[in-house]
């Protein structure tokens, strides 16, 4: 059997409690954080994806019994019964460009008052305006 990443699914702002339990149990497991301006402080690091986490195992010998009583975790990403896994190369594409994002300033970082901007998808899409 070979270890393979899956995605799961954690309860609201706990995703770095359960990531930490999970590598403290010898689990890989990856939260990507960016860096996130907040108001009166430099910045923060939130979870690039809110509830969700990659975990890597072998998921016939591991992954059965490893949500059940476990704190903060909600269960496996599914579609319909299958849990499908996410391949190594996507993984690791996430992981350069949170590298990059969080080099770069993180997110938000790359506007600035003045700045005009277009809405490229959603019930704004074309609008264009400036920031402030």
């Known amino acids: 059997m070979t270890q393979k990443w899956y995605v799961l699914r954690t309860k609201p702002r706990l995703e770095k409690i359960v990531t930490n339990g999970l590598e403290r149990d010898g689990f890989a497991s990856y939260c990507p954080n960016v860096r996130t301006p907040i ?3 430099k910045s923060t690091l939130t979870p690039l994806y809110p509830g969700y986490i990659f975990l890597q195992i072998e998921m016939e010998s591991e992954g059965a019994d490893l949500t059940s009583d476990r704190l903060g975790v909600l269960g496996w990403l599914r579609f319909g019964d299958t849990i ?8 690791a ?3 350069q460009q949170v590298r990059m994002i969080n080099r770069d300033g993180g997110v938000w970082r790359h506007f600035r008052p003045g700045d005009r901007v277009r809405v490229d998808s959603g019930k704004l899409e074309g609008l264009a ?3 402030e």
Not at 84 to 91: A, I, Q, R, S, T
């Open 93 to 95: 594409n996430i992981r």
């Open 39 to 41: 108001p009166n402080a």
């Open 129 to 131: 305006e400036v920031i």
């Open 84 to 91: 499908p896994w996410v391949p190594d190369e996507v993984v």
